[in-house]
Nanobody
């Protein structure tokens, strides 16, 4: 049973930085991992993903500002130069998938079947 637990959210001023962490447990096969976010009254949006080969993918709005990385069973999202429009609940997600399938998923939330509870990021 895959479990994902996020941490690291908080409130920060525009231009600041935060690092989100996601502790994963319960899986042994190659996984596609991702970060998603959802602001009030908006659809969930894929932010970044990383496949089992370490290849990363980002939504255009965060390129150059956010970095996704993985270390064993910890997934990270380092967010720099934060903007008010980055304010959202951020979710860690996972799905058992090859590297190629992870790339084809193209940050679509429907592709991921394991989700954390979320951590709030507020930028003012």
């Amino acid at each position: 049973h895959v479990q994902l637990v996020e941490s690291g959210g908080g409130s920060v001023q525009a231009g600041g930085s935060l690092r989100l962490s996601c502790t994963a447990s319960g899986y042994t096969y190659s996984y596609c991992m991702g970060w998603f976010r959802q602001a009030p009254e908006k659809e969930r949006e894929g932010v970044a993903s990383i496949d089992s080969d370490g290849t990363t993918r980002y939504v255009d709005s965060v390129k150059g500002r956010f970095t996704i990385s993985q270390d064993s069973f910890e997934l990270y999202l380092v967010m720099s130069n934060l903007k008010p429009e980055d304010t959202a609940m951020y979710y860690c997600a996972a799905v058992s998938a090859s590297a190629a399938d992870c790339q084809r998923a193209a940050l679509k939330s429907a592709y991921f079947n394991h989700w954390g509870q979320g951590t709030q990021v507020t930028v003012s």
